[in-house]
């Protein structure tokens, strides 16, 4: 077995896990106050985009009241922190994200709000999708036409579940076209005053969210 082959394996596994980490942070921005983004080496995520200006008044250098107020106006989107996960939590930020032909398609959460989920249904509205496009390992159901799927880098935070109601649509990874920065390796260099050698994997980019009012933050205290 090549020792420096499962090392590379498992240097993209790590990068793989701190970017799909990174999409749901907030990009190192301070939470309630008015401050600019800053140049912290954390994605602008999900936390940060999908907002209604309560917790991050400023997303992508645009200060949100300076557009529009209230949930899904300008660049806020629907954000709710409900006592318990419900149905009809669900249903309702759904509804407010949905404008026109536009609306949420896919729903990602964690396995504890996924399993409340699905507990709720009932048999007959079960729909297990074996053939989706979304091949990370796990399974998924439609609700209202959008997938419900568990992303296990999305963190639980002090007994907090989360469900991020998404439009992919309007979801843009960039990535620098330096090659270095597109997962480039640097080789392997060779540590000073020792045989070791090691070597890095580069990314650099950001995420935007284009349009965050047609899109939703669940926050639910209790199951």
Known sequence: ?????????????????????????????????????????????????????????????????????????????????????????????????????????????????????????QPQQRFNDETSDVHVGFRSFFWNGAQVVVDQYLPVLAGNYTMYGLNTSYIYLYVSDIPKYQFGFSGRKEAQNTDDVAGQYFFAGDMIVSAPRLMFRLVFQNL
Request: cysteine-free; glycine content about 12%.
């Open 1 to 121: 077995m090549s020792f420096v082959a499962s090392k590379m394996i498992n240097a993209s596994g790590k990068m793989a896990k701190l970017i799909g980490t990174n999409l749901y942070g907030d990009g190192g921005l301070t939470p309630n106050t008015g401050s600019s983004l800053n140049s912290t080496i954390d994605l602008d995520g999900f936390t940060a985009a999908i907002d209604d200006g309560s917790n991050y008044p400023i997303y992508g250098g645009i200060t949100r009241s300076n557009i529009a107020t209230g949930a899904n106006n300008g660049i806020n989107a629907y954000y709710a922190n409900p006592t318990a996960f419900s149905l009809g939590a669900v249903q309702t930020a759904y509804g407010s994200a949905w404008f026109g032909v536009e609306k949420p398609d896919m729903l990602a959460t964690t396995q504890p709000v996924w399993d409340a989920f699905w507990n709720k249904l």
